[in-house]
């Protein structure tokens, strides 16, 4: 741009001193086109300031809605990553409740592992959460539950059916839950996973300062865990 504006501060002047210089015709015509070059330099020049404020506030646009969308892909990638997480702590679950065969007897005769009847019921409500049907696993769990009142899947359920309503954006039913996990089973290996996920329906429901007390725990309570690191992240998500 300053190059620009010092081309047209010379073109009166040069254009005179060519002209009082030069005083045959074909000298004024040459000064006349030397003018006129200066003239379309100059609107080039002004061409290119111009498109290159153009560019840069295209940029900066760009740069500011690039941070947001990183914050919403961050977000969604986080929450993507704790329903893998819990989808691979169901499969472990259930690999590790799956009986093991018993080597075969010295007669010959063999004899098929028999899968307990609620581990049935469970893997099939567990394949139904797998898939997405949130609401029929939802239900496969809560017959699950009124069947098997004693089952030593029992927390493994009603974990699973707080995902399930947590997915549903049922968050009151979630959150619901989870506290019975932890008020009936403190010792599960559910405990941690439902202490995350109740301090998320609690931010889910804009709860603000109950969800910020619940994440607080984890991280002071249970330092070094999954869920503690999970814990900070939302933290930070609000703020903290």
């Given at each position: 741009?300053?190059?620009?504006?010092?081309?047209?501060?010379?073109?009166?002047?040069?254009?005179?001193?060519?002209?009082?210089?030069?005083?045959?015709?074909?000298?004024?015509?040459?000064?006349?086109?030397?003018?006129?070059?200066?003239?379309?330099?100059?609107?080039?020049?002004?061409?290119?300031?111009?498109?290159?404020?153009?560019?840069?506030?295209?940029?900066?646009?760009?740069?500011?809605?690039?941070?947001?969308?990183?914050?919403?892909?961050?977000?969604?990638?986080?929450?993507?990553?704790?329903?893998?997480?819990?989808?691979?702590?169901?499969?472990?679950?259930?690999?590790?409740?799956?009986?093991?065969?018993?080597?075969?007897?010295?007669?010959?005769?063999?004899?098929?592992?028999?899968?307990?009847?609620?581990?049935?019921?469970?893997?099939?409500?567990?394949?139904?959460?797998?898939?997405?049907?949130?609401?029929?696993?939802?239900?496969?769990?809560?017959?699950?539950?009124?069947?098997?009142?004693?089952?030593?899947?029992?927390?493994?359920?009603?974990?699973?059916?707080?995902?399930?309503?947590?997915?549903?954006?049922?968050?009151?039913?979630?959150?619901?839950?989870?506290?019975?996990?932890?008020?009936?089973?403190?010792?599960?290996?559910?405990?941690?996973?439902?202490?995350?996920?109740?301090?998320?329906?609690?931010?889910?429901?804009?709860?603000?300062p109950a969800a910020i007390?619940?994440?607080?725990?984890?991280?002071?309570?249970?330092?070094?865990?999954?869920?503690?690191?999970?814990?900070?992240?939302?933290?930070?998500?609000?703020?903290?």
């Open positions: 741009m300053p190059r620009a504006q010092s081309l047209l501060t010379l073109l009166p002047a040069a254009a005179l001193v060519l002209a009082t210089a030069c005083g045959s015709e074909d000298q004024l015509k040459r000064v006349e086109q030397e003018v006129g070059d200066m003239k379309l330099e100059v609107f080039r020049l002004r061409q290119q300031v111009e498109e290159a404020n153009r560019k840069l506030d295209a940029e900066q646009r760009a740069a500011n809605e690039g941070r947001s969308m990183d914050r919403r892909f961050q977000a969604d990638l986080q929450e993507t990553l704790r329903q893998l997480q819990d989808s691979t702590r169901v499969l472990s679950a259930r690999v590790g409740g799956i009986p093991r065969v018993a080597p075969p007897k010295a007669s010959g005769s063999e004899s098929a592992p028999t899968v307990p009847e609620d581990e049935k019921a469970f893997g099939a409500a567990q394949l139904d959460y797998n898939r997405g049907n949130y609401a029929l696993a939802a239900e496969s769990l809560d017959l699950f539950m009124k069947s098997y009142p004693s089952s030593s899947r029992r927390p493994d359920a009603l974990f699973f059916q707080g995902l399930c309503h947590f997915n549903l954006k049922a968050y009151p039913k979630a959150q619901d839950a989870f506290d019975q996990v932890l008020r009936d089973f403190p010792n599960s290996g559910q405990f941690l996973p439902s202490k995350l996920k109740r301090a998320q329906c609690l931010n889910r429901q804009g709860l603000k007390r619940a994440f607080k725990e984890l991280v002071e309570g249970f330092p070094g865990t999954p869920e503690a690191r999970t814990a900070q992240q939302e933290l930070s998500d609000l703020g903290f």
